[in-house]
C-alpha cells in the first residue's frame, strides 16, 4: 500500500491561496535565522549583520540557489457555517519565503512538495504550485503566501521525517547548466492542513 494510499482526497473548492509581494532585504533573512530551532537574537545576530549586508553585495552567481521561509505565522477567524465535527474556527497560514542565487530576469517555479491529497494542479501529484517569481537583477525575489488551512482528522497527521512539507525552487531546463534547484524541509504542516481531533464530517 502506497504511504498516501488512506489520505482523503481535498476537493478544488476547499483551496484558498493568495499571494503578496515582499522587498528583499538584509532584515528579511535575518528574521528566519536559527541555530538548532532556536533564533539567533543579541551579539551574535548583530555580528551577522554585517556579514549578511556583505552577501547581498555580492554577484548573484557567487552564491548557491537557496530558497528559504523567514516567518510563518497562523490565523483564525470565526467558522461562519459550522457543521457538526468540524472546528468552530478557520485558520490561515501566511509564510513569507525568499530566494536567493538565482538568474536575473528568469522565473523560478516554486512549490510546495509532499502535500498529500491536494489534487495536482501543474507540477505533479501532491504537489501545490505556489507563484513563480522573477529573480531582480541580483538574483533575489520574495514573496508571502497566505493559504486557509484545509481541515484533516488527527488521524491522518504524518511526522515521518521524509514526508514533511517541502519548499522547491526550480529554475533552467533540468541537465543543461542553466539549471538551478534548491529546496527547504520540515515546513511545519500547519501552513497547509488544520488539523483536528474531531471525527471526520461524514461520521454517523
Known amino acids: 500500500m502506497s504511504i498516501v494510499d488512506d489520505v482523503g482526497q481535498i476537493a478544488d473548492d476547499q483551496i484558498e491561496m493568495r499571494f503578496e509581494p515582499l522587498e528583499v532585504s538584509p532584515q528579511l533573512v535575518m528574521d528566519g535565522l536559527t541555530l538548532w530551532n532556536t533564533p539567533i537574537k543579541g551579539e551574535a545576530l548583530r555580528g551577522l549583520r554585517a556579514g549578511i549586508n556583505e552577501l547581498f553585495e555580492m554577484r ?68 501545490i504550485q505556489l507563484q513563480s517569481p522573477v529573480p531582480d537583477g541580483n538574483g533575489r ?8 488551512g484545509v481541515t484533516r482528522p488527527a488521524a491522518e ?44 464530517t461524514n461520521a454517523p
Open 60 to 127: 548573484w552567481d557567487a552564491l548557491p540557489a537557496t530558497v528559504g521561509v523567514s516567518q510563518i505565522s497562523i490565523s483564525t477567524e470565526p467558522n461562519l457555517f459550522p457543521t457538526p465535527w468540524s472546528p468552530p474556527e478557520v485558520t490561515w497560514a501566511r509564510v513569507s519565503i525568499f530566494g536567493y542565487g538565482f538568474a536575473p530576469g528568469v522565473p523560478v517555479l516554486t512549490k510546495w512538495n509532499n502535500a498529500f491529497g491536494f489534487p495536482d494542479n501543474g507540477v505533479g501529484a501532491n504537489s
Open 141 to 148: 525575489f520574495a514573496y508571502q503566501v497566505i493559504h486557509r
Open 157 to 200: 497527521w504524518r511526522w515521518e521525517g521524509n514526508l514533511q512539507l517541502v519548499l522547491v525552487a526550480q529554475q533552467g531546463q533540468p541537465g543543461l547548466p542553466n539549471w538551478r534547484q534548491a529546496h527547504q524541509r520540515y515546513i511545519p504542516p500547519h501552513v497547509l492542513w488544520q488539523w483536528v481531533p474531531y471525527a471526520p
